[in-house]
């Protein structure tokens, strides 16, 4: 993951900045060609300027997609992958200026407006996703401590099964705290579970303060029973694995998420795009 984070890390200034500086260049021209446009009221998609701009836009959309299809072919130098993620997020920058030129400001509820709002969720998300890709493998990292997720899930099947062992010379109420842990406990969940990483009522959390009281009070008549003692160990170790795979796990969520936004948004903005052109073609 790490290596994945430091590709994409230098993917924002691959060549000395080189889809940067193309990006602000084509939104310099389209904001010159918009300016320069002599039309009253201002250009808007229908005049000369705005064919221009969006014909560019929806060109740009059309080759930004194929990002998706580029990531599956591997290839070195110029053309690498990482020289096409830079200039699909610069030149996917551009596009709010160059569409935004395009509609002239007058963006309305309709299926033009419709493409230019699902445009810029596609824009937001990959910017997100800039952002996920620059910081959270770095989190991720700091957090597993060289384990995998398989590893820590392990860890914590290797506790159930001491708990379990531990249970055993157990009272029927201690017993019954104890399945708390073993039967109630989950690590994934729905999606806003897994991306806080909070389980509300973890059967391991209500067993661990259950136990932990029992034995403060234990130790404060100065007769701690060593299983009981025993016990909370394990149920605090246990604690303490969840957590760790729990925020392993929302970190991983964080980081896939936003594509699970960018790419359905970009399908869907495509079959906007293709009502809109036809739209316009149809009553021209
Ligand atoms: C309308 C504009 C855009 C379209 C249609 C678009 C479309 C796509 C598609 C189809 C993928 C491939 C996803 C996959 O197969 O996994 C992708 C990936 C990506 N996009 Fe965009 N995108 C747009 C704008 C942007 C912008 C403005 C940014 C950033 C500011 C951005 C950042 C990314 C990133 C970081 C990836 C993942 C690259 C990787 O995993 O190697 N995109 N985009």
Same mark, same amino acid.
């Given at each position: ?36 446009? $002599?039309?009253?009221?201002? @250009?808007? !998609?229908?005049?000369? &300027?705005?064919?221009?701009?969006? =014909? /560019?836009?929806?060109?740009? #959309? ?101 708990? $379990?062992?531990?249970?055993? @010379?157990? !009272?029927?109420?201690? &017993?019954?705290?104890?399945?708390? =842990? /073993?039967?109630?406990?989950? #690590? ?97």
């Amino acid at each position: 993951m790490a290596s994945r984070g430091s590709a994409h890390e230098g993917f924002l200034r691959h060549a000395n900045g080189r889809w940067c500086k193309v990006a602000i260049l084509v939104s310099g021209l389209a904001i010159a060609v918009y300016a320069l446009t $002599d039309a009253t009221p201002r @250009p808007n !998609g229908g005049t000369f &300027a705005g064919y221009l701009l969006g =014909s /560019l836009a929806a060109l740009l #959309v059309l080759w930004l997609t194929m990002l998706g299809l580029r990531k599956r072919i591997i290839t070195r130098g110029p053309y690498s992958l990482k020289a096409w993620t830079s200039a699909h997020v610069w030149l996917g920058l551009s596009l709010i200026v160059i569409a935004t030129l395009h509609t002239g400001f007058q963006i309305g509820w309709n299926v033009h407006g419709l493409a230019y709002a699902l445009m810029m969720v596609v824009i937001l998300s990959g910017l997100y996703g800039v952002y996920a890709y620059a910081n959270l493998p770095a989190q991720l990292g700091a957090n597993r401590h060289e384990a995998t997720q398989p590893q820590m899930l392990e860890a914590i099947r290797a506790l159930d099964r001491q708990l $379990d062992t531990a249970a055993q @010379p157990l !009272g029927h109420e201690d &017993a019954a705290t104890v399945r708390l =842990s /073993l039967e109630q406990c989950r #690590v994934g969940g729905s999606l806003r579970q897994r991306l806080t990483g909070r389980q509300p009522g973890c059967g391991n959390r209500r067993a661990r303060d259950a136990i932990a009281a029992r034995v403060d009070v234990q130790r404060r008549q100065g007769k701690p029973d060593p299983a009981l003692t025993q016990l909370l160990f394990l149920l605090e170790r246990k604690d303490a694995a969840l957590e760790q795979v729990r925020r392993h796990i929302a970190i991983k969520t964080r980081l896939e998420l936003w594509l699970h936004i960018h790419v359905p948004a970009t399908f869907a903005l495509l079959a906007a795009l293709t009502a809109h052109v036809l739209s316009v073609f149809l009553y021209w």
